[in-house]
């Protein structure tokens, strides 16, 4: 089972931020999180990862709080295109490298 | 970098008959490719682990002699669906983790298997 909690659905208008939550009570401190979105039909795209510092890159920020229970994924200026559902994973790479999906947010932007 | 291919990307088949779904990584090296199936509003479940050279990992309930797995070379792993039946109808994707980047998978664009 996916260890990781994350709210069914989110809206978000085009052009504002999308901030996507993920809760991860029992995460262990060898796990990372990592963040996947998967467009309707298409194979999941990788978006970023941390263990426990704050992260950035071109496609967005990742922020995991300090006791690293929860995280947020941050796309700064969601366009139509980042309309997709978005997976937060815990993975650790003593368990044979193996990633269990969740359900993931599926997230709306909307014009 | 770091691109994953999938041939073909959509495939019907009659009941009975074996299709084979190739996964190629195409600007780096992978020892370790994943399979995956993911039914209509569900997430992604893998099936099993393919090692270059070596046998595949198979998932609890993942029957080995139906979905044969092959992973030749350190560019490509083969899934064939063998004997198909209308309930293997699904979206299978691939994953490959890159030799020098052993934490994060690259995904393919997946195939959508449908069996008549």
């Known amino acids: 089972d996916a260890k990781t909690t994350q709210p069914p659905s989110m809206d978000c208008a085009e052009g504002r931020a999308a901030n996507l939550p993920c809760n991860h009570s029992?995460?262990?401190?060898?796990?990372?999180v990592y963040w996947y979105r998967q467009i309707h039909s298409q194979g999941p795209q990788y978006i970023i990862h941390?263990?426990?510092?704050?992260e950035t890159n071109e496609m967005a920020s990742l922020i995991i709080t300090e006791d690293r229970k929860s995280s947020t994924l941050i796309l700064p200026h969601a366009t139509l295109r980042d309309t997709a559902v978005y997976y937060c994973i815990l993975y650790n790479a003593g368990n044979n490298r193996k990633l269990i999906w969740g359900l993931g947010t599926s997230l709306a932007v909307n014009p | 970098g770091a691109v994953v291919s999938q041939h073909p990307s959509r495939v019907i088949c009659k009941s009975g008959t074996s299709v084979k779904i190739e996964c190629r990584s195409l600007d780096f090296q992978a020892t370790t490719m994943f399979w995956y199936r993911q039914f209509p509003k569900q997430s992604l479940m893998l099936m099993a682990t393919?090692?270059?050279?070596?046998?595949?990992?198979?998932e609890q309930g993942v029957e080995k002699d139906k979905f044969l797995i092959n992973h030749a070379s350190l560019t490509l792993s083969t899934l064939t669906v063998t004997s198909a039946h209308p309930e293997d109808s699904s979206f299978y994707i691939c994953?490959?983790?890159?030799?020098?980047?052993?934490?994060?998978?690259?995904f393919g664009p997946g195939t959508r298997l449908l069996v008549l």
């Open positions: 994953s490959a983790l890159p030799l020098t980047d052993q934490e994060t998978q690259y």
């Open positions: 941390g263990l426990k510092n704050n």
């Open positions: 393919s090692n270059e050279g070596s046998k595949a990992t198979y």
């Open positions: 029992t995460i262990s401190g060898n796990e990372y």
